[in-house]
C-alpha cells in the first residue's frame, strides 16, 4: 500500500509578537516569498515602544515549522496559533446553533 504524503495546511492564523524591524510591508514581502505561500495578510493589533502585535494570515501549501522558525529569525515569536485549515480546500469556519440563535436574538434589539 503506498503512502500518502504528509498533508500540507493551508491557511495559518498566528498571534506574533515581533521588533518594528523588519517593518510591516517587509516582513509580509518576506513571509509571502517563501516556498509554499500563496498570500499574506499582516494586521497591525498593537504597537508599543519596542514591539508590534500582529495577526498573521497565511495561505498555501504551508509547512508551519518552517515558519515559525523564520519569523524567530527575524527576530519574533509566535504567541498563539489562532486558525488552522488543512487538507484539499480551505474550509471556513462555521457559526454553531447557539452563536446563529444569539445573533438572531440581538438582531430585533437596538
Do not use: C, Q
Request: aromatic share 4%.
Amino acid at each position: 500500500m503506498a503512502r500518502r504524503p504528509k498533508p500540507k495546511l493551508r491557511r495559518l492564523v498566528l498571534d506574533v509578537l515581533k521588533p518594528h524591524s523588519p517593518n510591516l510591508p517587509e516582513f509580509a514581502t518576506k513571509l509571502s516569498s517563501m516556498r509554499g505561500v500563496d498570500g499574506v495578510n499582516v494586521t497591525l493589533i498593537e504597537i508599543d515602544k519596542d514591539t508590534e502585535t500582529l495577526k498573521v494570515t497565511i495561505d498555501g501549501r504551508l509547512d508551519y515549522g518552517v515558519i515559525r522558525s523564520a519569523i524567530e529569525e527575524w527576530g519574533g515569536v509566535v504567541h498563539s496559533v489562532d486558525e488552522v485549515t488543512a487538507g484539499v480546500m480551505v474550509v471556513g469556519e462555521a457559526l454553531s446553533v447557539e452563536r446563529r440563535f444569539k445573533l438572531r436574538t440581538h438582531e430585533g434589539k437596538g
